[in-house]
């Protein structure tokens, strides 16, 4: 059974940062590609960043490049979301999701964790 289960959210000031953790269980972990969405109220859920298992390729929201930075640590089967520089627009729940090279689309989901940036 897949498992996907977020941490490290929380409330933070504008101009702060959060590092967002995800660990997977029941995955061959290397082989998936791992991405971060989020959806803000009243909003659809958007793509954030993805880190390709093999190589680590990574790709950003035009949204959060220069703030945001997407890692993985495969022996800990963890990867990760460090958000800098934080805004108010920024205020979301975050999920991150699961996929392989053959899946069109992201096809194992956490229960997402809130980020609030507020004064």
């Known amino acids: 059974q897949v498992q996907l289960v977020e941490s490290g959210g929380g409330l933070v000031q504008p101009g702060g940062s959060l590092r967002l953790s995800c660990e997977a269980s029941?995955?061959?972990?290397?082989?998936?590609?791992m991405g971060w969405f989020r959806q803000a109220p009243g909003k659809e859920r958007e793509f954030v960043a993805s880190?390709?298992?093999?190589?680590?390729?990574?790709r950003y929201a035009n949204s959060v490049k220069g703030r945001f930075s997407i890692s993985r640590d495969n022996a800990k089967k963890t990867v990760y979301l460090q958000t800098n520089s934080l805004k108010p627009e920024d205020t979301a729940v975050y999920y991150c999701?699961?996929?392989?090279?053959?899946?069109?689309?992201?096809?194992?989901w956490g229960q997402g964790t809130q980020v609030t940036v507020s004064s």
């Open positions: 999701a699961a996929r392989t090279t053959s899946m069109a689309q992201y096809k194992y």
């Open positions: 880190i390709t298992g093999s190589d680590g390729n990574s």
């Open positions: 029941g995955v061959t972990f290397s082989s998936y590609t």
